[in-house]
């Protein structure tokens, strides 16, 4: 790995740091907070206004949606959009130095955008290449920066201070982006959420009819998660628990015969 990119690494890192004290500063924690949740005050009423949003809009337009477009075409239409994020995704894992990642990334963009009718179809994953699902708030936290406290934005829902940062690299990198027709563009954005949601129907219908927390359970799931993926599901363990109740004292051995 050549020094510059090692350099430009490290400038990436310092603007993240930076950025995320910044933010923090700008928030007031709340008084024996969650470490991980410093705003949860702030986090749940956001939380409860995306699921007012959602339910008035996102999920009715997204169950028509599933309803009314039968299977294949909801199946071409994410592999579509699949296809356009294993282009982001070959990036970021270039940036992370994936070789292997980066390989198979770069041939199913290649091999779904010819083969595949423009990504409609996916041969590559027939061909045993797998998708290595990768942004750019997984690179910064490959080259070590902190996720930084549990953020939860409006309309777009749970991230942290290192996504958020993140989040308008991985927006300018993405393909639709680069769409200099303004209606196509913002037409393929709206049916990349719908689609995207209704993917997530049936996961929110149980959440919705269980009896917990939806608040805490989203949270928890969202931080392991990204956690697996930044350590490509082999997070370190030699982190300190805070979910964990203290060993009780062994008791004294008996006094041997």
């Given at each position: ?34 470490p991980r ?94 998708r290595h ?125």
């Amino acid at each position: 790995m050549n020094v510059s990119f090692l350099n430009g690494i490290r400038r990436l890192q310092a603007l993240a740091g930076a950025m995320l004290l910044a933010m923090t500063a700008g928030c007031a924690s709340a008084p024996g907070a969650d470490p991980r949740d410093p705003w949860e005050p702030y986090n749940r009423s956001m939380f409860q206004f995306n699921d007012k949003v959602d339910k008035a809009v996102l999920k009715p337009v997204a169950t028509a949606y599933r309803d009314v477009l039968p299977q294949p075409v909801r199946t071409g239409v994410s592999n579509f959009f699949g296809n356009l994020g294993d282009a982001w995704s070959f990036v970021n894992n270039v940036l992370q130095a994936k070789p292997e990642a980066a390989l198979h990334s770069f041939w199913r963009v290649v091999i779904n955008t010819t083969m595949g009718l423009g990504g409609v179809l996916d041969p590559a994953t027939e061909m045993r290449l797998q998708r290595h699902r990768e942004d750019f708030g997984q690179t910064l936290g490959r080259w070590g920066v902190p996720s930084g406290p549990y953020f939860v934005l409006p309309i777009l829902g749970p991230s942290t201070l290192r996504d958020t940062v993140a989040l308008p690299v991985d927006m300018y990198g993405r393909p639709v982006g680069h769409i200099s027709d303004v209606p196509v563009r913002n037409s393929l954005t709206g049916v990349d959420i719908v689609q995207t949601r209704a993917g997530l129907l049936a996961t929110t219908d149980l959440l919705e009819s269980a009896s917990l927390d939806r608040y805490s359970f989203q949270r928890d799931a969202f931080l392991q998660k990204r956690r697996n993926d930044v350590h490509d599901g082999s997070p370190p363990t030699d982190e300190e628990r805070y979910d964990l109740e203290p060993p009780a004292d062994a008791p004294a051995s008996a006094p041997a015969r």
